[in-house]
């Protein structure tokens, strides 16, 4: 990790085919999202380096910025198929930004090892001299893989803790 890119991992109880599934499905990033922005989305799941599909946001859930509702492109920038999918974001802003989303699965025998990493190395220069990234924190992208493993582990049983009843 550097101070331009957050990175975090979790074992997920689910095959990677499964997890792949949510996470090119624009519904999907809707479900999991921790931030609480992304309110709905259109377009149909992606398969490729270059597809993209509509996110209605709502940044007034960070409350750092009054943007109110708008609307991004989300644009595949890495796709390997059950293994790694990023995705940059496209807005009405110029220059655009430039910052990477992505997550990277590795089979396990409980099921997958998900890491989700966010880059703003990249970003235009106009960017990095306003000093707002990283929009998101480290606790949001953890807090978002939790929910992805309820998504798609739903009913999975969660360890007994000796200092906790029965």
């Known amino acids: 990790m550097n101070a331009e890119r957050i990175e975090v991992r979790r ?4 095959d990677p085919a499964t997890i792949f ?3 090119c499905d624009p519904q999907g ?3 999991i999202d921790s931030s609480g922005m992304l309110m709905a989305a259109s377009g149909d799941p992606v398969g490729a380096v ?3 599909f509509v996110v209605h946001m709502d940044r007034e859930a960070l409350n750092d910025y009054p943007l109110g509702l708008y609307d991004v492109t989300v644009e595949i920038a890495t796709f390997e198929a059950d293994r790694e999918v990023a995705w940059t974001i496209l ?3 110029r220059p655009q930004i430039g910052h990477v ?3 990277r699965l590795e089979p396990i025998a409980e099921g997958t090892m998900v890491t989700s990493y966010y880059d703003w190395s ?3 220069q106009v960017w990095k001299d306003a000093d707002i990234f990283p929009v998101l924190s480290e606790g949001s992208l953890r807090a978002t893989l939790g929910i992805l493993a309820r998504t798609v582990a739903p009913g999975v049983p969660r360890p007994h803790v000796a200092d906790e009843p029965a």
């Open 91 to 93: 807005g009405q802003i």
């Open 21 to 23: 599934a949510v996470l």
């Open 11 to 14: 074992p997920i109880a689910a």
């Open 122 to 124: 990249s970003i235009d």
């Open 50 to 52: 270059g597809d993209t």
């Open 29 to 31: 990033h809707v479900a």
């Open 101 to 103: 989303y992505g997550y």
